[in-house]
């Protein structure tokens, strides 16, 4: 018999989270398709206020992170030459949406040997020093990779996976609740956090952000191509593989034969570019 309360107090409760879950999402088109035609509409419970305030919330928490350890903006060469770039990137992103070049924008250089850069919502970004200097990268090859992580800002990537973790912890509160175990908040900053920096992105976010980073560097007046260059050499800086923060891409042959078709598509943009 109390089983049966339980099972039914169970499913009563999952009906209601499950249609607030419902009518709380909307469908929503982040960009326009551009010329590498990405157009997935995407399903979001969070908008995008309260996600990109959270972000900033969440990047001046890393900031002060590597401040304290010494690590934020130690170089200005490099810092300089980071924001240049971003600048450009931030003013071609018109193209995909036209509020995002009034973001708040911001760029840092985390001093690390780790290879890596990441761009949170609405616009956060930071590039770590192991990616310039290991790497010796080319101000095309920078812009490369520095697109790539804008394209996730513009897609709102974050925003997406965020709602998702939302959605999830709706689900486990629920289950809270009918076992009487406390029902703690999701803390939306470190959620931001963990999907920007600590985990993975999905293949398919992945493959989007090297399509719409390949044309939005080309727009910039960045050679497109140097996105193959950039992870040739980033695959043999991890030992054939990709670094951590780009694991869940395609195997290095596909991902190179897909870069290198969208780069050509998107040539007479970049070649348009040069001569403005």
């Known amino acids: 018999m109390k089983q049966g309360l339980f099972i039914s107090r169970w499913l009563a409760l999952s009906l209601v989270t499950a249609a607030f879950t419902l009518a ?17 509409q995407q399903t979001m419970l969070l908008s995008s206020e309260e996600v990109n305030r959270s972000a900033a919330k969440a990047y001046q928490q890393e900031l002060k992170k590597a401040a304290a350890k010494g690590a934020l903006n130690r170089d200005p060469g490099q810092v300089a030459r980071v924001r240049v770039i971003a600048l450009r990137l931030a003013n071609a992103s018109g193209a995909f949406r036209p509020d995002a070049p009034r973001w708040a924008w911001e760029s840092n250089v985390i001093t690390s040997k780790e290879i890596n850069a990441w761009c949170m919502p609405g616009g956060k970004m930071a590039v770590y020093t192991g990616l310039i200097d290991r790497l010796r990268v080319t101000d095309d090859e920078l812009a490369a990779v520095m697109g790539h992580e804008i394209a996730h800002a513009l897609r709102e990537h974050g925003r997406e996976r965020a709602s998702q973790a939302m ?48 044309e939005l560097a080309a727009r910039a007046g960045y050679d497109p191509r140097a996105a193959v260059t950039l992870w040739q050499k980033m695959a043999r800086a991890s030992g054939g593989g990709p670094p951590q923060f780009l694991s869940t891409h395609p195997s290095p042959q596909n991902r190179i034969r897909d870069l290198q078709g969208y780069a050509a598509r998107v040539m007479p943009l970049y070649e348009a570019s040069r001569r403005r």
């Open 167 to 214: 959605a999830q912890g709706m689900a486990i509160s629920v289950l809270g609740a009918v076992l009487g175990a406390s029902n703690s908040s999701v803390q939306l900053a470190q959620v931001v956090t963990d999907v920007t920096i600590n985990l993975p992105n999905s293949r398919e976010h992945e493959q989007e952000a090297d399509r719409v980073g390949v």
């Open 24 to 40: 709380a999402c909307q469908t929503v088109q982040t960009t326009q398709p551009g010329a590498v035609g990405v157009e997935r």
